[in-house]
């Protein structure tokens, strides 16, 4: 029987429930740590509320720790044939061990905002692993571009020959881009981080329920007050994250483009280690850049992401709706696909080895063409007239290019400002407060040993 049916219902058509339920029972396993945790912070405030005793809250202490220690850290956990999602298999396993006591969890709660502190909690997990991966990836980029910011590259507009670059500059431009992602991420934490249980079903509760007490005990740094807008942030929270990740994802994907592009024979400036390519079945020469191309494929994907959770809601009143479910089923998995994205965009920067000397190969003569220009201005000739003295030189096989740069101009050639960029990025990082949610999972699962010693 489910939560919701009556004495008497009759028992749910099986092919209405498939439909229905989806992949909650599936996706739900990875909610079971945040929902156990919430469970215990809501019912240490119904004690504090007057509505269950101490000695109930010590016994529901005690079978939720036992559940965490025991089940989930362990991966025995599971959800039960029957069923319906997480919330339910916590209050039947509660029920089922402790009796009467296990159903009074449910005071002043709805699963409607069950699932809203449950997804927000998994979400700041999730943030978590994405900023430690992506101050890997960072650090990475930051550490090859300082061994190689005096290397020349060619840089392009247009896909034709413009203006000698060099790899520093190449690796640091992507580190700066993941500062500025990094940036809108935490923007969108700020409003994940913020607490909607005690909306119940989106219209609040007529019990005394402290919404700031299960605030400041589950590590949310504000609540969602309005218990309408509460519900409201269903959805909007999904999609502002998959907008983020959109912007990681523009990055990433651009990256391992020019990988593959500067792999390739045509361009040859760098080259991907053995274990990054594949071979082909008729020809022996071919060292294809198969991880590269699956990473741009696959962060290509993730930006349609916001997209396809857009559609799902649209047009959607305010109050819960069950489509909400369907942006579980895409957003869940896509999180752990763009974590593993950034992983091996890390593992690739790290063995990419870098070809010098190609600047001094005659098909890059004209990329030096300003060079020759600066050089006749700081001679005190006007631009406009060096520019086009250099365009007739050009024109007439005078010209010999300038090779010897001398750059100081701040985030150019030798001086790509990596300090100032990793500056940035420490600020980022450090407003995410990650410490501050941790310190609360630990003290929730310590409490039994308070109440113990009580």
Request: contains cysteine.
């Amino acid at each position: 029987m489910k939560l919701w049916q009556k004495d008497g219902s009759q028992p749910t058509n099986r092919l209405i429930e498939s439909f229905t339920v989806g992949k909650d029972r599936e996706l739900d396993v990875l909610l079971a740590p945040f929902d156990l945790l919430g469970s215990i912070a809501h019912s240490i405030m119904l004690e504090k509320a007057g509505l269950l005793e101490s000695g109930e809250l010590k016994q529901i202490l005690e079978e939720c720790t036992r559940i965490f220690r025991e089940e989930i850290e362990t991966g025995r956990f599971e959800i039960e044939e029957g069923i319906e999602d997480v919330h339910s298999q916590i209050e039947f396993m509660l029920t089922r061990r402790i009796g009467d006591t296990g159903k009074k969890i449910h005071s002043g709660r709805s699963r409607n905002d069950q699932v809203l502190v449950d997804l927000k909690m998994y979400f700041r997990d999730r943030v978590e692993t994405i900023v430690t991966r992506v101050s890997k990836l960072f650090d990475t980029l930051q550490q090859r571009s300082e061994e190689h910011k005096a290397d020349l590259l060619p840089g392009y507009t247009h896909l034709q020959i413009a203006m000698p670059s060099s790899f520093g500059l190449w690796f640091g431009a992507y580190a700066e881009s993941l500062v500025d992602d990094l940036t809108v991420l935490q923007g969108v934490y700020r409003i994940i981080n913020k607490n909607p249980l005690g909306s119940g079903a989106g219209y609040g509760s007529g019990f005394p329920l402290d919404r700031r007490y299960t605030t400041e005990l589950l590590g949310f740094d504000d609540l969602n007050y309005n218990v309408v807008y509460a519900q409201m942030t269903r959805g909007k929270v999904e999609f502002a994250l998959a907008q983020a990740l959109g912007l990681f994802a523009g990055t990433l994907s651009r990256l391992a483009m020019d990988v593959c592009l500067y792999n390739s024979q045509n361009f040859s400036f760098l080259l991907l280690p053995e274990e990054m390519t594949t071979g082909s079945s008729i020809m022996p020469h071919k060292k294809n850049p198969d991880v590269a191309e699956i990473l741009r494929g696959k962060t290509n994907r993730l930006k349609g992401l916001a997209t396809e959770i857009a559609f799902v809601q649209s047009n959607l009143p305010s109050g819960y709706h069950r489509e909400f479910q369907i942006i579980k089923e895409v957003l869940l998995p896509a999180l752990d696909e763009f974590a593993e994205c950034l992983e091996i965009a890390e593992f690739m920067i790290s063995r990419l080895r870098v070809k010098p000397d190609l600047l001094e190969d005659p098909k890059f003569d004209l990329l030096f063409s300003v060079e020759n220009v600066n050089r006749k201005v700081v001679e005190g000739m006007p631009f406009r007239d060096a520019y086009r003295t250099v365009g007739n030189e050009i024109e007439n096989g005078s010209y010999v290019p300038l090779r010897n740069l001398n750059h100081t101009l701040l985030g150019s050639i030798g001086n790509p400002a990596n300090e100032e960029i990793r500056a940035a990025m420490n600020q980022v990082i450090s407003g995410f407060c990650f410490e501050k949610t941790h310190a609360a999972y630990e003290k929730l699962l310590s409490w039994v040993v308070k109440t113990s010693h009580q």
